[in-house]
């Protein structure tokens, strides 16, 4: 299972920015994904993930209202839309699958990983 993140970058406060993460080495459509994050000196956390089916999601408190999750399964893509994005967003953000159909909001519940994508909100 290979995941590329992509789409980070420097964005003011109140921009917005897309992320993507593209799959391969795996039927794309069964499993669940997440993206979690990482800002200097915190510890990974989770922002949101969403099931196989793309039926079910789950957000951080943080983020509702500004981050929407998708996925298209034909393009095996999934996708992070991020809006009204504040200095406190700024982390490195890490796609992942669990390869079950099923997220979990726990890290280590994830063996796949991508290589991570840097956004920087300036104040």
Known sequence: ????????????AGGSL???????GHTFSLYSMAWFR???GKEREIVVA??????STYYADSVKGRI?????NAKKIVYLQM????????AVYYCATN????YSTT???YPYWGQGTLVTVSS
């Open 18 to 24: 897309r992320l993507s993460c593209a799959a391969s």
């Open 68 to 72: 929407t999750i998708s996925r298209d």
């Open 107 to 109: 890290g280590d519940e």
């Open 99 to 102: 390869r079950n159909y099923r």
């Open 50 to 55: 969403i099931s196989g089916g793309g039926s």
């Open 83 to 90: 809006n009204s994005l504040r200095p406190e967003d700024t």
């Open 38 to 40: 990482q800002a200097p």
């Open 1 to 12: 299972v290979q995941l590329q993140a992509s789409g980070g970058g420097l964005v003011q």
